[in-house]
Structure formats: structure tokens, C-alpha cells
């Protein structure tokens, strides 16, 4: 994994959507995996800035959301369309018709459903960047301790501790979702590029055992070091509990050197 090491939140995300807006210029039918969470926020804040200022222009790129609670409509507040309609597709010329998210309202043949969302994803030609987040617990999407490295698109039982790290975005009293349609591991690990992105201190533990614990399905992001080309963006913070800073700061320096753009 290639770990990129910058000094906040700000520039973490800066830097990200620099990738994200090369990967559209270099093709503008680019196929994106999108994920929620706090810490994508940035990132989106950007690109709807490049492309307000630079028109960054995203009326062919392809988009599919990586998870989904189910039992809620996309309109509720705290769906994950909703969520992506608020900080990013109500600000951009993406087309509707290229937006895919999985439905949290579906009922009845889950499987079939989820291996739709895969055939989707596959019709379009494969993810060729996808954004991820990452859970306290080291999930990536939905896939929570002990999914299968394999898993593909599935219905996924929250644990406990994620369903608790998201109250925070639900009303007082409000029910919270126990499940949702995550990609799997094996779709994440299908994808061609992959960035995961990391704020703040709360992950330190969970951004350390993904980059240089041992390769565990107790800590799903670690399946990202089988990734032919994952790039982990960590901010001070979060890198806190690497072991190996000096390391990655020297790669990065010689990256810079001899191959100049290799993270565009
Ligand atoms: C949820 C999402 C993940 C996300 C994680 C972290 O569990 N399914 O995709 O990475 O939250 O969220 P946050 O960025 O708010 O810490």
C-alpha cells in the first residue's frame, strides 16, 4: 500500500480530489466508487469546487455508492443517497441515469438484488477508482470483523460498535438501522485503484492494523495490502500509531523524484 502522509484534514482532501479530478481528465467516462461517512465530506467540498471554478466537467463519469442501510428511504435524512445528493450530486452535472446506489428499501430476494448491483457494476466496465473511508473497528463499506476477503455484495449485520458510531447522525430516540447492503471485500479488491482516507485520532488504532497489522478479516481495510494499487491518505493524526512514518515519507519523496505523477 502506497501511504500518503499529510498534516490535516484540509489537505488530505485536497489531495484526494486531486487524484479523483485527474482520474475524470485522463477519462471522462471514469468509473468511481463513492462511499459516506464524515470524512468524505472534504473531498466532495472539492471536487464541487473544481468543478464550479475549473469545470471539471462529470457528465459522463459513472458512480456506484459502496453500501446502504437497509429499511430506509432515500429521502430519510441519514440514508446514504441522501447523503450524497447534500454534499455532492446536487452540486455537479453528474447524470442520474449514472448514479448507482444501493436500494435500502428493497424487500424479499436480497441475493438476487445484491447480485444485480454486481452485474451493474460489471456491465460498466469494473470500478476503475474507488473511495473509502474507514470504520473504528477497521471496517471498509459495511464489512464489518470477520467478512470474508471473497465477500461480494451482500445484506451485512452491523456490529454493535458501528451502529454506535453513527448514532451521532441520527435524531434522539430515532430507531437505528441494524442492517445494510455493503460491497463485499472481493468487489473492493476488484476495483482498479483504491484510496482510503483517514481523519483524526479515533482511527489511529484502526488505520495502523489496516496498513501494518498482519492481513485479518477481524480488521477488514487490512484485505486493502492485496490491493495491486491501494493508496491509503492519512492525516496526522489518524498516522499517529504507524509505526513505520519515515518510511513513507521517504517513499513519497522518491516517488516525487523518479516518477513524477505516479499518484495522478
Ligand atoms: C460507515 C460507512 C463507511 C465509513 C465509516 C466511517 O460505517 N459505511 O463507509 O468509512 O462509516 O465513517 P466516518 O468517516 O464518519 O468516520
Same mark, same amino acid.
Given at each position: 500500500m502506497l501511504v500518503v502522509l499529510k498534516s490535516n484534514y484540509e489537505e488530505l482532501s485536497r489531495e484526494a480530489a486531486r487524484i479523483v479530478a485527474n482520474s475524470i481528465r485522463q477519462n471522462p467516462e471514469v468509473r468511481l466508487g463513492l462511499a459516506t461517512g464524515s470524512t468524505t465530506i472534504g473531498v466532495y467540498r472539492e471536487l464541487v469546487r473544481l468543478h464550479r471554478d475549473?469545470?471539471?466537467?462529470?457528465?459522463?463519469v459513472v458512480t456506484f455508492n459502496l453500501d446502504e442501510y437497509l429499511g430506509?428511504?432515500?429521502?430519510?435524512?441519514?440514508s446514504f443517497r441522501h447523503f450524497m445528493t447534500e454534499h455532492f450530486f446536487s452540486h455537479v452535472n453528474l447524470q442520474p441515469r449514472n448514479i448507482h446506489i444501493p436500494d435500502g428499501t428493497i424487500s424479499g430476494d436480497y441475493e438476487k438484488y445484491c447480485a444485480g448491483y454486481e452485474a451493474e457494476i460489471q456491465s460498466a466496465g469494473g470500478i476503475d477508482l474507488q473511495i473509502l473511508g474507514i470504520g473504528r473497528? !477497521?471496517?471498509?463499506?459495511?464489512?464489518?470483523?470477520? +467478512?470474508?476477503?471473497?465477500?461480494?455484495?451482500r445484506l451485512k449485520v452491523l456490529s454493535k460498535a458501528t451502529v454506535e458510531d453513527n448514532?451521532?447522525?441520527?435524531?434522539?430516540?430515532e430507531k437505528m438501522p441494524r442492517l445494510a447492503i455493503t460491497m463485499g471485500i472481493g468487489t473492493i479488491l476488484s476495483t482498479r485503484r483504491v484510496l482510503m482516507l483517514a481523519t483524526g485520532a479515533a482511527k489511529a488504532g484502526a488505520v495502523a492494523k489496516a496498513i501494518? !497489522?498482519?492481513?485479518?478479516a477481524s480488521v477488514t481495510? +487490512?484485505?486493502?495490502?492485496?490491493?495491486?494499487d491501494a493508496i491509503a491518505i492519512v492525516d496526522e493524526e489518524a498516522a499517529?500509531?504507524?509505526?513505520?512514518k519515515d518510511y513513507y515519507r521517504d517513499v513519497m519523496e522518491m516517488t516525487a523524484l523518479f516518477t513524477p505523477g505516479k499518484l495522478s
Amino acid at each position: 500500500m502506497l501511504v500518503v502522509l499529510k498534516s490535516n484534514y484540509e489537505e488530505l482532501s485536497r489531495e484526494a480530489a486531486r487524484i479523483v479530478a485527474n482520474s475524470i481528465r485522463q477519462n471522462p467516462e471514469v468509473r468511481l466508487g463513492l462511499a459516506t461517512g464524515s470524512t468524505t465530506i472534504g473531498v466532495y467540498r472539492e471536487l464541487v469546487r473544481l468543478h464550479r471554478d475549473e469545470a471539471l466537467n462529470f457528465s459522463r463519469v459513472v458512480t456506484f455508492n459502496l453500501d446502504e442501510y437497509l429499511g430506509i428511504s432515500p429521502e430519510h435524512p441519514q440514508s446514504f443517497r441522501h447523503f450524497m445528493t447534500e454534499h455532492f450530486f446536487s452540486h455537479v452535472n453528474l447524470q442520474p441515469r449514472n448514479i448507482h446506489i444501493p436500494d435500502g428499501t428493497i424487500s424479499g430476494d436480497y441475493e438476487k438484488y445484491c447480485a444485480g448491483y454486481e452485474a451493474e457494476i460489471q456491465s460498466a466496465g469494473g470500478i476503475d477508482l474507488q473511495i473509502l473511508g474507514i470504520g473504528r473497528n !477497521g471496517h471498509i463499506g459495511f464489512n464489518e470483523p470477520t +467478512s470474508s476477503f471473497a465477500s461480494k455484495t451482500r445484506l451485512k449485520v452491523l456490529s454493535k460498535a458501528t451502529v454506535e458510531d453513527n448514532r451521532k447522525f441520527f435524531g434522539a430516540g430515532e430507531k437505528m438501522p441494524r442492517l445494510a447492503i455493503t460491497m463485499g471485500i472481493g468487489t473492493i479488491l476488484s476495483t482498479r485503484r483504491v484510496l482510503m482516507l483517514a481523519t483524526g485520532a479515533a482511527k489511529a488504532g484502526a488505520v495502523a492494523k489496516a496498513i501494518e !497489522g498482519p492481513l485479518t478479516a477481524s480488521v477488514t481495510a +487490512s484485505a486493502l495490502q492485496l490491493h495491486p494499487d491501494a493508496i491509503a491518505i492519512v492525516d496526522e493524526e489518524a498516522a499517529a500509531e504507524l509505526k513505520q512514518k519515515d518510511y513513507y515519507r521517504d517513499v513519497m519523496e522518491m516517488t516525487a523524484l523518479f516518477t513524477p505523477g505516479k499518484l495522478s
